[in-house]
């Protein structure tokens, strides 16, 4: 799981909570993924962001919000606006965005239950 | 749009015995390719990738994939396989030109190795 830490490993919700999400790297990684998980599925993209202080919608990005003050920080905030948010979620970093041939990192993932 | 088809849930193979897990994508333009490897309620870790160059790509723990550009696939191989090659296997495409640093995943596909 290299240099990405995701905390908690888990996490219970009751419905109508925000709870937040943390990811932290430590690779000097301009670019950072939230992917969302379910079984049988592969990995759904919820927000990716290239750089400090800007990020972009994935392909699933409603009922969850980011933010990236921080290089090394993108942490995932689920809202109770997301209606089915059991899952489990991965934190991936990559060097650059723009540069599309390298590889992402991931984190060892938060698995969230709603109560 | 770009996509990637892994069209096994399951593969099962002996100990020893050759394995491959196949994978086809589409894109509108070049594409980079990626296998990961993800283990029981951990996150994934990148096998390898098809940049440019030779078809066959070498990666980690043995792995090999054979980008096939007219059949529009990234086989995933391994000559002789071990028990602890039993994960859940992902391909992943990003095309070149659109959607700069946006991978797609595959489904994933579910490697069993029986002693």
């Known amino acids: 799981d290299g240099g990405i830490t995701q905390s908690p490993k888990y996490l219970f919700r009751k419905e109508g909570q925000n709870v937040t999400l943390s990811c932290e790297q430590n690779l000097n990684h301009d670019a950072m993924y939230w992917y969302r998980q379910d079984p049988g599925q592969g990995l759904r993209l919820i927000y990716y962001s290239q750089i400090v202080n800007d990020f972009q919608k994935g392909d699933i990005a409603e009922g969850y919000s980011v933010s990236r003050e921080k290089k090394e920080s993108f942490p995932l905030t689920v809202t109770s606006a997301q209606k089915n948010p059991t899952a489990f979620y991965l934190c991936a970093s990559s060097v650059g965005l723009l540069s599309s041939y390298n590889e992402q990192f991931f984190g060892p993932g938060t698995r969230l239950t709603v109560l | 749009a770009q996509s990637v088809a892994q069209p096994e849930d399951q593969v099962n193979v002996a100990e020893g015995n050759p394995l491959t897990v196949k994978c086809t994508y589409s894109?509108?333009?070049?594409?980079?390719l990626f296998w990961y490897v993800q283990y029981p309620n951990r996150g994934l870790q990148f096998l390898l990738k098809y940049i440019t160059g030779d078809n066959l790509v070498k990666g980690s723990y043995g792995f090999e994939a054979e980008f096939n550009k007219s059949q529009t696939s990234f086989h995933l191989k391994k000559p002789s396989a071990l028990v602890s090659d039993s994960a859940l296997y992902f391909c992943a495409v990003r095309d070149r030109g659109t959607n700069a640093g946006k991978s797609t995943f595959g489904d994933g596909t579910t490697l069993t190795v029986k002693p």
């Open positions: 894109v509108s333009g070049n594409p980079y």
